[in-house]
């Protein structure tokens, strides 16, 4: 259960973005299914709807929180954090990068070891230890190192404990340490063998040094040096042992299969039999629990999601169990009301050469299209006199009619009165007009 949780929450931007796709797939299919039936069964039809048996707003809706969904996914996904790559130099039991210790770690489980991450102060773990404890502090972090750590580490030892350090702050963490800066440029060594003890018997071994030892301590034992200088230091301290590693690239994930950097790191920890190894990660900046790669921008995702989809769902619930009333009834002017506002309008605009200007235009459209002159440019004269070769009957005042309104046009101090009189005649014109070219040609 415990490696299922580890493994959903490493990948489970990963698992939404999957989901996320298959579900849309699954939609887009049966809704192309659904859309070959139908047009296979009524061709008149304009096609399948997709969910046809929800309305048009709750269709919208739900294809809207799908879309949300798979833009968070992929969001999610591409700025989650990542502590995996190549770039992180902390050898975590965590990382499964070339620097990170994932391998050394599982292979240690794999092989019979009581193994177990240590993530709370060290000064809980010392007060457990004994002759079967092993810890290994691979490359902790200078500045989470405190004074209670230090104690906490020499309590470790002074119980009879194994612990294995590296680098140059691990040498500063154990008691009587000794460790010095790099005496050469950070590039892969192969080791050379000093000491008689079986650590030293671990073969061909290569590390790239990031620290050094003093000289001047005739009871620590050089295992392995590098040009000279010590790079794997073995001495005992009361009643445990320590040792110590000028860096940890033997156990980590890029070069643990090396050589026989494997042997070098079984031979530190000494036998499997009765101990319990303890892998500390409290020393490693940031405590790297199952929870930690769910941390960052994609949690806080993940969590603005699930309360989006939330606020969707009540929307959605509350929408549908609300009181059901009608709809208040559009408010819609009557013509008259229509006529009476736009009476008003020009009457404050003082447009009434306006008005006269839209019933002249239009009665030229109207009477142009009955004389078979239609888009002709015509004046009033030329008007009249179309008018009267194809309607003889037509009233005598048409022309002096036409002539007021051509005026009226261009006089923008025409009283309301002269312009209603002029409407009112062009309008009677008009239904006369049409009137007779309805009842068939005219007779001279």
């Known amino acids: 259960m415990k490696l299922l949780v580890s493994f959903i929450v490493r990948n489970y931007d990963w698992l939404i973005l999957t989901i996320g796709a298959i579900s ?9 299914r659904r859309r070959r039936s139908s047009q296979s069964q009524a061709k008149s039809q304009n096609g399948m709807k997709l969910f046809p048996s929800l309305d048009a707003k709750d269709r919208r809706l739900l294809i809207g929180c799908l879309v949300a969904v798979l833009v968070l996914a992929f969001v999610t996904a591409f700025l989650s954090r990542n502590q995996n790559n190549d770039d992180s130099p902390v050898p975590s039991s965590y990382l499964t990068g070339k620097h990170g210790a994932r391998a050394a770690y599982e292979l240690l489980a794999a092989s019979g070891y009581t193994v177990e991450r240590w993530e709370q102060p060290l000064s809980d773990l010392a007060q457990r230890a004994d002759a079967q404890t092993v810890v290994i502090l691979a490359e902790p972090d200078p500045e989470d190192i405190a004074e209670e750590d230090l104690k906490a580490v020499r309590d470790i030892v002074a119980n009879g404990g194994r612990v294995l350090v590296t680098g140059w702050a691990g040498g500063r ?21 000093q000491g008689l003890d079986s650590l030293a018997g671990s073969g061909e071994v290569w590390m790239v040094p990031e620290a050094g030892w003093g000289f001047d301590r005739p009871l620590d034992r050089v295992q392995y040096n590098c040009q000279g200088a010590p790079a794997v230091v073995e001495y005992s301290h009361g009643k445990g042992e320590i040792v ?25 920890l000494g036998s499997r039999e009765d101990h319990h190894v303890y892998w500390d990660e409290s020393l490693h900046g940031e405590t790297r629990t ?16 699930l309360l989006a989809i939330a606020l969707l769902i009540l929307f959605s ?14 408010v819609r002017a009557t013509p008259v009301e229509f006529l009476e506002a736009l009476g008003s309008l020009y009457a404050e605009a003082n447009a009434s050469s306006t008005a006269v200007e839209l019933a002249y235009e239009r009665f030229r459209r109207r009477m142009g299209d009955l004389c078979g002159l239609k888009g002709a440019k015509m004046n009033a004269e030329e008007l009249a006199a179309a008018l009267r070769r194809r309607f003889p009957q037509a009233a005598p005042e048409l022309e002096k009619v036409l002539a007021d309104c051509e005026e009226a046009v261009t006089n923008d101090k025409l009283p ?13 014109h008009s239904e006369l007009l049409i009137a007779v070219s309805r009842a068939g040609p005219s007779r001279q």
């Open 173 to 193: 963490l154990v008691p009587d340490g000794d460790a010095q800066p790099p005496t050469q440029f950070e590039v892969a060594c192969k080791l050379t063998p």
């Open 317 to 330: 619930f509350s929408r549908r169990r609300g009181p059901v009333r009608d709809l208040p009834a559009p």
């Open 24 to 32: 849309l797939a699954s939609i887009i299919k049966r809704w192309i």
């Open 290 to 305: 199952e929870w930690f790669y769910a941390n960052g921008p994609a949690m806080w995702m993940l969590r603005a999601g």
């Open 244 to 268: 110590w590693w000028a860096s940890s690239s033997p156990l980590e994930n890029g070069s643990i299969g090396r050589a026989n950097n494997l042997n070098l790191f079984l031979n530190a």
């Open 416 to 428: 309301p009165k002269s312009a209603l009189a002029l409407v009112q005649a062009l309008s009677r």
